[in-house]
């Protein structure tokens, strides 16, 4: 059964191992040498449960008791981070973590990797702008639509 909630205290770790593997197998070869460090240290568990501390949310996914996928968001309604377990993509997993984070404050931006543009166009993101390369990151500025 697939379970979607706040993070708690305990589950940061296993968080950032699932974005860590994720960005690994999937994203780390469109970025620059400079960008897979500065990611990886974004994605630390201590560096996501700070910016949660100062504001930030994080949601999991479980199904049963198996971390399936992670939304970290900031600044209200920017998602920060979107992994799901690549052996559980398309499963409707993405969709139920969204569902969940709108639920406390719908999202609104993101600047997706070249990967990922896809699944957030699935979610009703559309590319604001080109690609763009910051601190060796490469991204697609996103937003979606005020529901109506």
Known sequence: MLTC???????????????????????????EPEGVVVFEAFAAAAAIRARDEAGGRTFIALLGDDLAGVLHVVRGDHVSLFFVDPARQRQGIGAALFATADAAGRLASVNSSLNAVGAYERLGFRATGAADLRDGIRFVPMARQPAV
């Not at 940061?12 to 593997?21: G, I, K, M, Q, S």
């Open 5 to 31: 909630r706040p993070i708690r205290a305990d589950e940061y770790a296993a968080a950032a191992r699932l974005v860590l593997a994720g960005f690994r197998a999937d994203t780390a070869a469109s970025m």
